[in-house]
């Protein structure tokens, strides 16, 4: 399977298991859930509709045009399915990840490089800032162009590379939503003896070197 269709199907079913549970915690408006979840109003409305559609969640109407959603026997038994698929996904990607950081960073070392930035705000990232603690880098900062808070596990988050205000010696991908643009994206401005990425990204050194051309 293409790798960045795992992860938009990854992004997917998150998206649909987390308000499958703002709805079965008694959220019972749009806006609301829009609210916990921490989502566009648009992108709530599309996923409701595609769950009642599935029969997961249904809707009824309550005075002053309001609506109020729940869940249906299907909806409850597809919360479980997917909380089950979550957790072992997360276990399992924690292992690799945390595997792969650490070689990442053994790499970085040999190559004399200390202090690293991140691109990517991301689940793997957070690994990768917990890992370096053990494997002796410095993560200074993290680069990511769709950034929304100014800090994340400790770290500065800035939206491009420009905007860094400590030298690094190289830069990780830890972007899982589009890796290979992130990776090309930095590669082009910094050269790829200075770019390196966990294997669990797919990102082979024949593609690493061609994305200089």
């Known amino acids: 399977m293409d790798r960045a269709l795992s992860n938009e199907s ?48 249904k809707v009824s109407q309550a005075p002053a045009r309001r609506y109020g959603y729940y869940l249906t026997p299907q909806g409850f038994a597809e919360k479980s399915r997917l909380t089950v698929e979550y957790l072992s996904y997360s276990f399992s990607f924690f292992r690799q990840a945390k595997a792969d950081c650490a070689q990442v960073f053994e ?48 770290k500065e988050v800035v939206s491009d590379y420009d905007r860094l205000r400590v030298p690094f010696d190289a830069v990780i991908v830890t972007d899982v939503v589009n890796p290979r643009r992130a990776f090309d994206d930095a590669v082009r401005v910094y050269g790829s003896d200075r770019v390196l990425a966990p294997k669990l990204l797919g990102l082979h050194f024949s593609e690493r070197r061609g994305a200089e051309q």
Request: hydrophobic share 45%; aromatic share 4%; proline share 0%.
């Open 107 to 154: 790499l970085a070392k040999e190559q004399k490089f200390q202090n690293l930035v991140l691109c990517g705000k991301s689940d793997l990232a957070e690994i990768a800032i917990l890992s370096a603690v053990d494997c002796g880098v410095s993560i200074i900062a993290i680069v990511d162009q769709n950034f929304n808070e100014m800090r994340f596990v400790g």
């Open 10 to 57: 990854g992004e997917d079913e998150r998206i649909v298991l987390n308000l499958l549970n703002s709805v079965d915690d008694g959220a019972q408006s749009q806006r609301r859930i829009a609210e916990e979840l921490g989502i566009a109003l648009g992108l709530v409305n599309a996923y409701l509709k595609r769950c009642i559609k599935k029969g997961l969640v």
